[in-house]
């Protein structure tokens, strides 16, 4: 499998991945409704979204552990 070295960027990576799917299935439904062109709406938002959820995971993931390591004991 993968070294636990890549514990991080795997989790950040398949968090994203999970994250962004659920959340712009659930947006697009909300936001347009359920019709014939909702699975098209979705992977339009979906293809948008994924990688502005795992770039921005991969940005913030690092400092927000940090600050929550310094808050919790």
């Given at each position: 499998m993968f070294s636990k070295?890549?514990?991080?960027?795997?989790?950040i990576l398949i968090m994203g991945f999970a994250?962004?799917?659920?959340?712009?299935?659930?947006?697009?439904?909300i936001n347009t409704g359920m019709d014939s062109e909702y699975v098209d709406r979705f992977f339009?938002?979906?293809?948008?979204s994924l990688p502005i959820a795992i770039f921005a995971a991969l940005i913030l993931g690092p400092p927000i552990k940090k600050f929550v390591d310094k808050i919790t004991k």
């Amino acid at each position: 499998m993968f070294s636990k070295k890549f514990f991080d960027l795997i989790f950040i990576l398949i968090m994203g991945f999970a994250m962004s799917l659920l959340m712009t299935l659930i947006i697009t439904y909300i936001n347009t409704g359920m019709d014939s062109e909702y699975v098209d709406r979705f992977f339009k938002a979906w293809s948008v979204s994924l990688p502005i959820a795992i770039f921005a995971a991969l940005i913030l993931g690092p400092p927000i552990k940090k600050f929550v390591d310094k808050i919790t004991k």
